[in-house]
């Protein structure tokens, strides 16, 4: 197959590049903000998580008013995805004040890939031996990074990031049909006020800098609000499969970016724990691909 199209900026399959190249290392960037702001103590979870989803929602309210398509937000989105939105981004803040940023991530694409397999095998679809051979993989990846030691993370970090990862992975579950990505990630982001307000209500008065605030606007204008946007651009160029292994590439840069911008180190444990997850989940969704193109050539 020619490269031609892949160099080629104004080719279809260059612009799913770029697109997933900026959306990767958008998600990859929300951990070592977030890690930046909450390991050196410059803003609270709760703030963190308030100012992330307020300012994604007027970044993409702002965009959509420009593009006069403001009022289709309220039938776009759904309360459901925006529920998942903020769980997702409440525990994922929680999470990290615990958890270095390599482990996190790792937590967290774990736990959405695998919440999504389970989805779909409780929605009555067959698994392949070679599905089911990597997903105990990615399991016992899991089990072995939590082991007692030394170097285990948090167990209450573990658990809010993998509950983080499964309110996601429903979240991507539901916007796997969107036609209008902006206008559905603007809605959902709007949809997460009234439980923004709430953890406000009940966390007040907020611990904040002014790094900090910076920090957590980053998180919510760019790399959450746009990126997510551009994420489900993104998939229409992609395969179920490709999707799913392109982002097992986020730990890594998230674990790279924490050994760059917040001086972590990368444990043995950690390497061999990713090596099993990722590992586990690639064979999954090869294997689920192989399986879907030999049923649709009987």
């Known amino acids: 197959m020619s490269m031609e199209k892949y160099l080629n900026p104004s080719s279809k399959p260059f612009q799913t ?96 890939q695998i919440t999504i397999l389970l989805v779909y095998r409780v929605s009555g679809n067959r698994m392949a031996a070679a599905e089911w051979l990597g997903a105990l993989a990615a399991f016992l990846g899991f089990v072995f990074l939590v082991l007692p030691g030394v170097t285990a993370p948090s167990l209450k970090g573990f658990i809010l990031m993998s509950a983080a990862g ?72 992609l395969s179920a499969a490709q999707a799913a292994v392109v982002q097992l590439m986020v730990p890594v840069i998230a674990a790279l970016g924490g050994v760059f911008f917040n001086r972590e180190i990368i444990s043995g444990r950690l390497i061999l724990s990713a090596l099993m997850i990722l590992g586990g989940i690639c064979v999954t969704a090869l294997a689920r691909t192989g399986f879907e193109k030999r049923r649709a050539g009987q």
Not at 53 to 82: E, P
Not at 169 to 182: D, I, V
Not at 190 to 204: E, G, K, S
């Open 166 to 237: 499964a309110a996601w992975g429903f979240y991507t579950l539901g916007g796997r049909a969107s036609e209008s990505p902006m206008t559905d990630t603007a809605a959902n982001f709007i949809r997460t006020l009234p439980l923004v307000l709430m953890l406000f209500l009940l966390t007040n008065p907020l611990f904040i800098t002014r790094r900090g605030v910076l920090l957590a606007i980053i998180s919510g204008a760019v790399t959450s609000g746009l990126g997510y946007t551009l994420w489900y651009r993104a998939l229409r160029g």
């Open 17 to 112: 590049v770029l697109l997933t190249a900026f959306t990767l290392t958008a998600f990859a960037a929300n951990s070592v903000l977030c890690r930046l702001a909450l390991g050196r103590e410059t803003i609270d979870a709760a703030a963190f998580t308030v100012i992330r989803l307020l300012s994604a929602a007027l970044v993409l309210g702002f965009l959509l008013a420009i593009r006069g398509r403001l009022k289709m937000t309220l039938h776009c989105g759904s309360w459901f995805s925006a529920c998942m939105l903020f769980l997702y981004a409440a525990s994922f803040s929680y999470a990290y004040m615990t958890l270095n940023t390599g482990t996190g991530a790792l937590i967290l694409f774990g736990a959405v």
